[in-house]
Each structure stands twice: as structure tokens, then as C-alpha cells.
């Protein structure tokens, strides 16, 4: 397991974007052969999972999401993004990103077992 540390959230207007940063806090930490998801969670709602990239590059995204995210990996950098665009207030949530290692490629939190502390994305209409 690894420390994650999430960037990049803010406050935004529908029809925006964001795109948030997942970086590891240990150095020399490489995301080769990890599969990294991002996950959010609305106030009194259940962690859902947003948009995952497996080892292999394989993506998967929710519906709620898909044209409108893109996540990406660069493992040079060791950094995972979310590219959101056409924000909607309903994508208002703390977002965490997640790794494990191995190819994984649904959006089923319990799979991940290294995690973030979330950024806060707010949209307003």
C-alpha cells in the first residue's frame, strides 16, 4: 500500500471542468502494472466509482460519466488524472483516487486497497 494524495478540486459552474491529480507521496513510487480508479462520494450517499484505468490501459466508466471524463495515466510521472468537462451539480462530491496492484478494471471499491483523502468538487448551476 501507498499514500495517495489528490489535487486539483475546486468550485466550478455546470457546463466547466477540472481535472484533478493523483500523485504518490512516496518517492521513486511507480504506478507501472497498478490499476488506478477515482471514486466520489456525496453527502449521505454511498463511494461510487467514477472512472477506473487498469494496468494494461483498459478503461472503465460509470454512466453518469462516460463523454464527458476522461482518466489518464502517466506513468513517468507517476500521476493519475480526471480530465471532467461539462461539470454538473450532481458531480458535486469528494473525489478519492485508488490503486492496486494488478489488472483491474471495474468500479468496485473494495477491489482498490490504497487510498487517498479526497478533493472536494463543488458545482453550482
Known amino acids: 500500500q501507498v499514500q495517495l494524495v489528490e489535487s486539483g478540486g475546486g468550485s466550478v459552474q455546470a457546463g466547466g471542468s477540472l481535472r484533478l491529480s493523483c500523485a504518490a507521496s512516496?518517492?521513486?513510487?511507480?504506478?507501472?502494472?497498478?490499476?488506478m480508479g477515482w471514486f466520489r462520494q456525496a453527502p449521505g450517499k454511498e463511494r461510487e466509482g467514477v472512472a477506473v484505468?487498469?494496468?494494461?490501459?483498459?478503461?472503465t466508466y460509470a454512466d453518469s460519466v462516460k463523454g464527458r471524463f476522461t482518466i489518464s495515466k502517466d506513468n513517468a510521472k507517476n500521476t493519475l488524472y480526471l480530465q471532467m468537462n461539462s461539470l454538473k451539480p450532481e458531480d458535486t462530491a469528494m473525489y478519492y483516487c485508488?490503486?492496486?496492484?494488478?489488472?483491474?478494471?471495474?468500479?468496485?471499491?473494495?477491489?482498490?486497497?490504497?487510498w487517498g483523502q479526497g478533493t472536494q468538487v463543488t458545482v453550482s448551476s
Open positions: 512516496r518517492a521513486r513510487y511507480s504506478y507501472t502494472g497498478y490499476s
Open positions: 484505468i487498469a494496468s494494461d490501459g483498459t478503461t
Open positions: 485508488a490503486g492496486v496492484y494488478g489488472r483491474i478494471w471495474n468500479l468496485n471499491a473494495k477491489m482498490y486497497n490504497s
